[in-house]
């Protein structure tokens, strides 16, 4: 009874194969596994791989994982709208969003053509509130930061310090500095008097 061959199987087949040159039968013989079997574990080791999406697009367009590779290892991607390749470095190609400018043109276009100046005035509120919100994070984090260092390096700078004593800890200005302490302040973290800031 023959038996299914594993990777390794077909590796070490792959090898005897090429260093000794036997028949697929003999080595066959071998594995305990027919000819033909060997044969095509000799394939499956040889065939080049890819990754799965590579293979899952090239049947999409309905050419081989071969073709569709060739081409991404020349720099060229695809458009996900005209299906037409372009290279990445083209003028005429956006690989942030995966299309050719034309196509997205034409796209944008479309878009703009159903909105209605009430809808694109809200679409324009809309982005403007995450723009707004994605600003107020990164200055929560870089507050958080600003906290954790001075909390970090509480016995170096003592229980009062000024802004001056944040510049070897901080990469930022004197005025960048201020304004997150004052955020700080707001938030309860840190309060402020003549002789200094310190930790509440």
């Known amino acids: 009874m023959t038996r299914k061959l594993t ?8 090898k005897i194969r090429d260093s000794e040159g036997l028949k697929w039968s003999t080595i066959g013989e071998r594995f305990q596994v027919s000819g033909s079997c060997a044969r095509a574990g000799y394939m499956r080791a040889t065939a080049p791989t890819y990754p799965k999406r590579w ?9 081989s994982a071969d073709e569709y590779a060739r081409r991404r290892e020349a720099n060229q991607r695809l458009c996900g709208r005209c299906d037409q390749w372009f290279d990445q470095d083209s003028e005429q190609y956006r690989p942030g969003r995966w299309a050719c400018v034309p196509c997205l ?5 479309a878009k703009r053509k159903r909105l209605t100046d009430d809808e694109r005035e809200a679409k324009r509120a809309e982005t403007a509130a995450k723009r707004a919100k994605r600003t107020a994070e990164q200055m929560a984090r870089l507050d958080d930061q600003l906290l954790e260092t ?5 016995q170096s700078l003592g229980p009062r310090f000024r802004v001056a004593d944040l510049f070897g800890l901080v990469n930022n200005s004197h005025v960048t500095i201020r304004a997150r302490l004052r955020r700080l302040e707001a938030r309860g973290a840190l309060t402020h008097a003549a002789d200094g800031w310190r930790l509440s």
């Open 7 to 14: 990777p390794d199987d077909d590796a070490r087949i792959r």
């Open 55 to 63: 293979r899952t697009a090239a049947t999409r367009l309905g050419i």
């Open 105 to 109: 043109k034409r796209d944008d276009a």
């Open 150 to 154: 001075i909390k970090g390096n509480r």
